[in-house]
């Protein structure tokens, strides 16, 4: 499958039969212009001690990425009642300098969301047409890394925050920009909650049993879901 003009070369490309309302869906989730509801958050109880310091450690611990990265997605959005698929190529050569590309289904660019050094911003591909708007405004997105979320790490260093635990024994983090989310038996990252320039990005990676890179990442805004599947590399 040929890529008309995408941007960089190498980025990797899923394949298949896709639309472009996917693309769309995407789009938003990713970007995060839309304010997103908060839900109702777990009843937690403040960590003091050496638990307090052994969350901490667990934590820092899952933030542990090697770059560069590279990885594609396949999967299902579902928007307003619609399951539409979606397709992505991630390239980070560092945690600052991340392109997310996503495609129509003859493997043609429609956008890439840029991640250099805190400001997220989003370019057009040749089969953008209408979409998206050439008057995207960047976001100042702080220390984030889309191949960190991805991968199933945080996404923000986790240097500091509380430390507290749920009723189910799921270690809590809440730092400056996300709040991380062990599984009950503390092994490994299930969820983390991000704070993007005002705006607020729900991941989970259900089914996860060890610390590699999740199988399987879900994104959710305002009741839309994207669930990406990581393609065997």
């Known amino acids: 499958m040929k890529v008309e003009h995408a941007f ?25 212009v839309f304010a997103l509801v908060a839900g109702c958050a777990p009843a937690r109880q403040r960590l003091v001690g050496e638990e307090a310091r052994a ?3 667990f934590f820092t611990s ?48 429609v956008l890439f969301l840029h991640n250099e050094g805190g400001i997220m911003f989003v370019t057009r591909g040749p089969a953008a047409k209408e979409f998206p708007p050439e008057d995207v405004r ?23 925050g509380e430390a507290s635990i749920t009723e189910s024994g799921a270690w809590v ?17 299930s969820r983390a909650e991000y704070d993007i320039s005002g705006k ?4 989970t990676y259900p089914g996860r049993n060890s610390p590699g890179p999740p199988r399987t990442v879900e994104v959710e805004v305002m009741g839309n879901k994207v669930v990406f599947r990581r393609d065997a590399e």
Request: glycine letters at 12%; aromatic letters at 6%; charged letters at 15%.
């Open 55 to 57: 969350a901490a450690v």
């Open 8 to 32: 960089p070369r190498n980025l990797p490309v899923a394949r298949g039969d896709r639309g472009v309302a996917a693309c769309h869906a995407l789009f938003f989730l990713a970007v995060g």
């Open 62 to 109: 899952a933030a542990d990425v090697s770059f560069p990265l590279r990885a594609s997605f396949s999967g299902i959005a579902e928007i307003s009642g619609r399951s539409v698929p979606v397709l992505a190529g991630l390239l980070s050569r560092t945690e600052s300098e991340e392109i997310l590309g996503v495609y129509d289904p003859m493997g043609h660019a």
């Open 173 to 189: 983090l809440a730092g400056r920009g996300q709040t991380l989310f062990s599984d009950p038996s503390r092994r490994v990252l």
């Open 138 to 160: 960047p976001l100042d997105a702080g220390p984030v890394s889309l191949g960190r979320i991805l991968s199933g790490a945080p996404g923000y260093p986790a240097a500091g």
């Open 200 to 203: 607020r990005v729900t991941v």
